[in-house]
């Protein structure tokens, strides 16, 4: 047979592998496809045609324009949610990740014992979104709380962090930044990949402590800081049991900790105002679509990759 | 590295090296309080938890525990069976149908197929919150809520994105020679799929199995939706409509079910560490 007509051969191989590589995935996507209709795409776009309806599932739903995207910039308690979910995710995202950081720092390199470490910081992120731990929470920090009776141990007297408007969302805050555990693995596994002749150079340099992190170790992190930052605000955006439990789905006291979702829900299934709650659904969307091109953009500047 | 050191330098190695561990235990210490707290509290008697910030036992007292379990009607045994059906459910529906999809994106040339990847890497960007309410009135319409159907279903549709992406790295680093030798031997896709590639995926189901049993246990959000009678109470709902329910709170026996709530998590954390960790490297979960 001559190379040409080996060549021939493969080529016709070559077609109908395609075809049956066409036929074949068809079979393997088929639940994933049915997934993406009728439980994601299609829902987005429902949720965006409800929301120009009133509907609460008994009467059938009515058109009303734009009514509910409009009641968005008027509802006064809306805008405190905003402000209650921007607060905890710019508090709490960049707190979690230094705390993240700097515990990946002090496990890396040769460390004994890492793999106990690792587990014990890493075991309450796992933990955190639990309703058991949100209700461990609103103990620890009732008037009658464990913080409480150890600050009383000091001679300090507490107050309801709870119960108190002013300290209620710095609770929760308190809770996300515990769960660091998750972000520090990711941490730990992009330090290891820095080159340890970097750090050697500069020591060779005279480069150490605070020189040695700003102009080798965050620059050479920075992507994997970035992807960190990125997760935990989409993350932090949609945080939703704990809020719900701790002020027992009021988003109380005084709504300080009255989180987007906690609002969507409320409006959505307590209300069973569900053309609003759908627009709510997507103005939420469009908030973390706006946090994660800024963030996006944003990282020109700061992000730096080796190649 | 071991070379000779003049004696002050390895001593102030030595001694901040201590300095790092004590640091460190201590960290981890207060982190874990919280929890070993609770664990203690739960065996304590209502007053003494209001007293004790400490972590010894006075008295080992155990009647919180049967307190709690049939504080609510139906009694505890109820939801923890509920939420092993939602878990079970969901680690099958995500087995299946998550590593079918990724053999497909990670393993055969079809047409649009960076497109279709790039749809389903979008998916997992997207808040639950946006499709809640559409995908509610369709199971009302269905009349599955108030059944697991919601909760399980979905999974058998691969809509846990995040592990088809894992699933497809994962198959993206077996030696490709193995399938082709197999689709010499006549071997269509369904076989190699199923006894070649599955096989070889044991770490990323593990992990998958993993992470949808600690996510799903803890699922608050969608069980708070789609259950909302008794009977069908899972673990995490339960708990919650416990808090509400008790007027006079006690907090030994929710601190007992708090605890029973908690140890399959402790228990899948024992087992999947290794994966848990990796998975995480590789894909950046929660």
């Not at chain 2, 030798?181 to 190699?192: E, L, Q, S, T, V």
Request: aromatic fraction near 16%; glycine fraction near 8%; charged fraction near 15%.
């Amino acid at each position: 047979m001559s190379a040409l007509d080996e060549l021939r051969r493969l080529r016709r191989d070559s077609t109908t592998d395609r075809k049956r590589d066409n036929k074949a995935a068809f079979w393997f996507l088929l639940p994933w496809f049915a997934g993406l209709v009728i439980i994601t795409l299609g829902p987005v776009a429902a949720s965006f045609g409800l929301g120009f309806t009133e509907y609460n599932l008994i009467q059938p739903p009515e058109f009303i324009g734009l009514d509910n995207f409009t009641r968005v910039f008027s509802d006064e308690r809306l805008h405190n949610a905003l402000g209650v979910t921007f607060t905890y995710v710019l508090v709490s995202v960049p707190l979690q990740l230094a705390f993240a950081l700097g515990v990946a720092m002090l496990l890396d390199r040769g460390l004994r014992g890492l793999a106990f470490y690792r587990s014990a910081f890493y075991l309450p992120s796992l933990l955190g979104s639990s309703v058991a731990i949100a209700v461990l929470w609103t103990q620890i920090f009732g008037a009658d709380g464990l913080v409480n009776r150890v600050l009383g141990f000091f001679g300090i007297e507490g107050k309801g962090w709870i119960s108190d408007p002013d300290t209620a969302l710095s609770t929760l805050i308190v809770l996300n930044v515990w769960t660091f555990g998750a972000p520090m693995i990711i941490f730990l596994a992009g330090l290891r990949q820095i080159p340890g002749v970097y750090y050697e150079a500069a020591a060779i340099d005279g480069v150490r402590g605070w020189s040695r992190f700003r102009h080798i170790t965050l620059p050479l992190l920075s992507p994997i800081i970035f992807f960190n930052l990125v997760l935990q605000i989409i993350h932090a955006f949609q945080s939703f049991t704990q809020a719900f439990v701790v002020s027992n789905g009021t988003g109380g006291p005084s709504d300080s900790t009255m989180f987007y979702t906690l609002y969507l829900y409320q409006q959505g299934f307590s209300r069973f105002d569900m053309g609003y709650a759908a627009a709510l659904a997507w103005f939420l969307l469009l908030i973390i679509g706006a946090f994660t091109a800024i963030n996006f953009w944003a990282a020109k500047y700061w992000v730096f990759y080796d190649d | 590295m071991t070379t000779e050191l003049p004696h002050p330098i390895r001593y102030r190695g030595r001694l901040s090296a201590f300095a790092k561990h004590a640091g460190l235990v201590l960290l981890g210490f207060v982190m874990l309080y919280p929890v070993l707290w609770m664990v203690v509290s739960s065996l304590r008697p209502d007053d003494e938890i209001f007293r004790s910030p400490g972590l010894l036992l006075e008295s080992l007292r155990t009647e919180n525990y049967a307190g709690g379990w049939n504080a609510l009607t139906p009694a505890f045994g109820t939801y923890l069976v509920n939420s092993t059906i939602v878990v079970l459910g969901c680690i099958i529906g995500n087995l299946v149908s998550c590593s079918m999809a990724a053999y497909a994106f990670a393993r055969l040339e079809f047409s649009g197929k960076r497109w279709w990847f790039g749809i389903m890497l979008g998916t997992i960007m997207l808040p639950i919150h946006v499709i809640i309410v559409p995908q509610y009135i369709l199971f009302s319409q269905l009349d599955w809520v108030n059944t697991v159907l919601p909760l399980i279903v979905p999974k058998f549709l691969a809509t846990d994105a995040f592990f088809i992406f894992l699933m497809v790295q994962f198959i993206r680093g077996l030696p490709r020679e193995l399938d082709e030798a197999a689709r010499i031997d006549g071997c269509g896709h369904p076989r190699i799929f199923l006894r070649i590639i599955l096989p070889l995926m044991k770490p990323a189901l593990a992990t998958t199995t993993i992470f949808t049993f600690i996510w799903t246990w803890n699922d608050f959000f969608s069980q708070l939706i789609y259950l909302t009678d008794p009977e069908m109470y899972t673990v995490p709902v339960a708990l919650r409509s416990f808090v509400d329910a008790t007027v006079s709170t006690s907090w030994g026996s929710m601190f007992a079910m708090n605890v029973v709530s908690l140890v399959p998590i402790f228990l899948a954390f024992l087992i999947g560490q290794r994966y848990l960790v990796r998975g995480i490297t590789t894909t950046g979960g929660k």
